[in-house]
C-alpha cells in the first residue's frame, strides 16, 4: 500500500492562506483517487476535498467551495490542498488519504480510503 505523508500545516491569522502538501511512496500513486479530511477536537473526521486519480475530477465540502483548492502532481507523487481565506472553523488536523481510483466518483466517506497520513494541524487565530 501507499505510504503518505504530510506537511505545510502552521498557525495562520483568519483570512491567511496555507497550502498542505502529501506526498506519496510507491509506483502506483497514479492509479489512486486522493482526498483530504480533517478532524477537530471533539468533532467526527470529515471530508473535505477530493481528487481523481488523473486529477480531471475534484469535490468540495460545502464548507471549503471556493476558498479551498485539490490538485495534485502525479510526476512528484504529491497531492496539495491550497485554503485561501482560512477561518477560525477550518482549524482541525488535516490528513490526505488514498482510495482506488478505478471509478471516478465523490467519495465522502472517511471508510472507503485505505492509507492515511499521520495529518498536520492547522490553526487559523482570531
Known amino acids: 500500500q501507499v505510504q503518505l505523508v504530510e506537511s505545510g500545516g502552521g498557525l495562520v491569522q483568519t483570512g491567511g492562506s496555507l497550502r498542505l502538501s502529501c506526498a506519496a511512496s510507491?509506483?502506483?500513486?497514479?492509479?489512486?483517487?486522493m482526498g483530504w479530511f480533517r478532524q477537530a477536537p471533539g468533532k467526527e473526521r470529515e471530508f473535505v476535498a477530493g481528487i481523481s486519480w488523473s486529477g480531471s475530477s475534484t469535490y468540495y465540502a460545502d464548507s471549503v467551495k471556493g476558498r479551498f483548492t485539490i490538485s495534485r502532481d502525479n510526476a512528484k507523487n504529491t497531492v496539495y490542498l491550497q485554503m485561501n481565506s482560512l477561518k477560525p472553523d477550518d482549524t482541525a488536523v488535516y490528513y490526505c488519504?488514498?482510495?482506488?481510483?478505478?471509478?471516478?466518483?465523490?467519495?465522502?466517506?472517511?471508510?472507503?480510503?485505505?492509507?492515511w497520513g499521520q495529518g498536520t494541524q492547522v490553526t487559523v487565530s482570531s
Open positions: 510507491g509506483r502506483t500513486f497514479s492509479s489512486y483517487a
Open positions: 488519504a488514498a482510495t482506488s481510483g478505478t471509478i471516478v466518483k465523490h467519495r465522502p466517506d472517511p471508510s472507503e480510503y485505505f492509507s
